[in-house]
C-alpha cells in the first residue's frame, strides 16, 4: 500500500515538473498538439501507478521522450513561419472590416 503511494506522489511531482517545463497553461490556449502530449503524458503517468509490476522508469522514459518531442516542435515552430503553419495551422479571419467573412 506504502509503496503505490509513494509511486503516485512521485508520478504526480514529475508530471507537474514537465508540465511547468513545457509551459502549459489553461486547456483553452493549448495548441492541438500540446493537449495530444497533455493527454498521453497523463495516460503514462497512470499506467507505473495503477500496476506495481510495471517499473517506474518504464513511465518516467516516454514522458521524457514526449517532453523533449514538445520542446523540439516548439522550437521549431517558434523558428519557422511554415512549420508553425504546419504545427499549429492556419487563422481563420472571420469579421474583416466591419463585416462578417461568410467565406471562412
Known amino acids: 500500500m506504502l509503496i503505490i503511494v509513494f509511486r503516485t506522489l512521485f508520478l504526480y511531482l514529475i508530471v507537474v515538473v514537465f508540465m ?3 509551459g502549459k497553461r489553461q486547456i483553452g490556449q493549448l495548441q492541438p498538439f500540446e493537449l495530444v502530449i497533455a493527454i498521453m503524458i497523463s495516460e503514462l503517468a ?7 509490476g510495471i517499473p517506474l522508469l518504464n513511465g518516467i522514459i516516454p ?10 516542435l516548439s522550437f521549431i515552430g517558434l523558428k519557422s ?14 469579421i474583416q472590416n466591419g463585416k462578417v467573412n461568410e467565406a471562412s
Open 20 to 22: 511547468r517545463i513545457m
Open 46 to 52: 497512470a499506467l507505473p501507478m495503477q500496476n506495481t
Open 63 to 72: 514522458i521524457l521522450t514526449l517532453l523533449f518531442a514538445q520542446i523540439a
Open 81 to 94: 513561419t511554415k512549420a508553425r503553419a504546419v504545427i499549429c495551422g492556419k487563422p481563420s479571419i472571420l
